[in-house]
């Protein structure tokens, strides 16, 4: 199973763009990068995944290396609303998620 | 509707007390799922029901009883819970099975706060 690393916190200034990382130097060849985050008291909500490709949504973006060993998640101009947990998680066989720490991300004003 | 909905919101009970939590979506899911998270941790998964059938028990204590009734509904039953049970217990649920696919995201209930006397 490809376990990820990440920053405990990050601080970033509302507007400005929060860089998430993340380390999956284990990740196998067909296996997904997947970002959630949770905001404070709530279920965590799905934001973005990838393979090999970058990728954006509405909500985000998501940059993988081309060794695919490591990723960012782009949060382009971020709001105080964006004050959560972040975690990027590799799933294991069938789907399952497993969570790791997260990255704590504080959005000041 | 893209709603997972869970009640109650909060929940106290005894040690020796019975109780059941519930879990409802209207998305036409097959897969559904119960997590616990502690206070300043990560969820854990529990279980993962794929069409209705128990499909994955992560060597969780008999005290929890899983039960899906109907694609819709997930129900988790407490007996006999110890204080250290108490938790956010979070119900999500995916649009396939029974062989999950890797792409499906999972969508995440509110959650229940449990908390054991």
């Known amino acids: 199973d490809a376990k990820t690393t990440q920053p405990p916190s990050m601080d970033c200034a509302e507007g400005r763009a929060a860089n998430l990382p993340c380390n999956h130097s284990t990740i196998s060849g067909n296996e997904y990068v997947y970002w959630y985050r949770q905001i404070h008291s709530q279920g965590p909500q799905y934001i973005i995944h990838g393979l090999k490709n970058n990728e954006t949504n509405e909500m985000a973006s998501l940059i993988i290396t081309e060794d695919r060993k490591s990723s960012t998640l782009i949060l382009p101009h971020a709001t105080l609303r964006d004050t959560a947990v972040y975690y990027c998680i590799v799933p294991r066989g069938g789907g399952k998620l497993i969570f790791g720490q997260g990255t704590e991300l504080s959005v000041k004003p | 509707d893209t709603e997972v909905t869970q009640t109650p919101k909060h929940l106290v009970m005894g040690m020796t007390n019975k109780k059941s939590l519930k879990c409802e979506q209207h998305?036409?899911?097959?897969?559904m799922y119960w997590y616990k998270q502690k206070a300043k941790k990560p969820p854990e998964l529990m279980f993962v029901y794929s069409y209705e059938k128990l499909s994955i028990n992560e060597s969780v204590p008999s005290r929890f009883s899983p039960e899906c009734p109907n694609s819709s509904l997930l129900n988790l039953h407490l007996h006999a819970l110890q204080p250290e049970d108490s938790a956010l217990y979070l119900c999500?649920?995916?649009?396939?099975?029974?062989?999950?696919?890797?792409?499906?995201?999972?969508?995440f209930g509110p959650g229940t706060r449990l908390t054991v006397l």
């Open positions: 998305m036409g899911h097959r897969a």
């Open positions: 999500a649920s995916s649009q396939d099975g029974p062989v999950l696919r890797e792409q499906d995201e999972q969508f």
